[in-house]
């Protein structure tokens, strides 16, 4: 079998790429046996200054950046674009335009996802850029999902504990039962399932930590890029 080569990129954080390395490379294993691992080429930016644009809202420069990232994986002979970071789709089409491999979508994995499971109506916990614009959740609801994100309060914790903690390598109990809160009055408002929609997220809670199906982009995304590697 060929198995055609992936380009990961990612830096953003490098918590949630090491994450994606492991989920990629397992998933393959688990398929192959033996000694197989995935053949992939990886670009991993200095988050720091990712960080200072979103803050700044200079979503162009972000997008030129990655951008250039991209076309340095396809010239190191990547078959398939991995962007493994939730926010950062907001400067997708930038990296699609810059490629002529194809970029698989976190939001469009997702929602196929979401749909499979037979659920209609699906909470969105992620950073602020993600829950609050609408590059994320329009995509979603472009496959026919009603998203539901947390009120004020809620969705200041979520983006807090993302960029306090979860991108520092801390994980806090504390942290974990405040998110489990945040979902359970995401279900009161009627959401039959909830998106973590940010891969550090998956650091902190999975399906043992809430009552509804819990749908892991940065699982459902790996999967998806090693579906595309092995077809």
């Known amino acids: 079998m060929t198995m055609r080569k992936m380009g990961l990129l990612g830096g953003?954080?490098?918590?949630?790429?090491?994450?994606?390395?492991?989920?990629v490379n397992e998933e393959v294993r688990d398929r192959l046996g033996g000694f197989h691992s995935a053949r992939l080429v990886l670009a991993s930016v200095d988050f720091a200054e990712i960080v200072k644009l979103q803050v700044a809202g200079d979503w162009a420069t972000a997008g030129t950046r990655?951008?250039?990232e991209a076309r340095s994986l396809e010239a190191a002979g990547a078959e398939c674009l991995v962007l493994?970071?939730?926010?950062m789709h907001k400067v997708a089409d930038a990296i699609e335009a810059a490629v002529d491999v194809p970029l698989l979508h976190l939001a469009d994995v997702t929602a196929e996802a979401v749909r499979r499971a037979g659920v209609d109506r699906v909470a969105l916990l992620g950073t602020?850029?993600?829950?609050?614009?609408p590059f994320y959740a329009d995509r979603l609801?472009?496959?026919?999902l009603d998203?539901?994100?947390?009120?004020?309060?809620?969705l200041t914790l979520v983006h807090d504990v993302i960029y306090d903690e979860l991108v520092l390598g801390v994980v806090r109990e504390e942290s974990r039962a405040a998110y489990a809160d945040v979902v359970r009055r995401l279900v009161d408002r009627g959401a039959a399932g909830v998106i973590l929609g940010c891969t550090e997220i998956e650091l902190l809670i999975g399906p043992d930590d809430v009552?509804?199906?819990?749908?892991?982009?940065?699982?459902?995304?790996?999967?998806?890029?090693?579906?595309?590697?092995?077809?």
């Open 141 to 144: 609801r472009g496959h026919g």
């Open 66 to 68: 990655l951008a250039e």
């Open 128 to 133: 602020r850029f993600t829950m609050e614009q």
């Open 147 to 154: 998203v539901l994100v947390p009120e004020a309060d809620d």
């Open 12 to 23: 953003m954080s490098w918590e949630s790429t090491a994450l994606y390395y492991r989920l």
């Open 84 to 87: 493994c970071t939730n926010t």
């Open 211 to 231: 009552d509804v199906p819990v749908f892991a982009t940065t699982q459902l995304h790996a999967r998806a890029a090693v579906d595309f590697a092995l077809a």
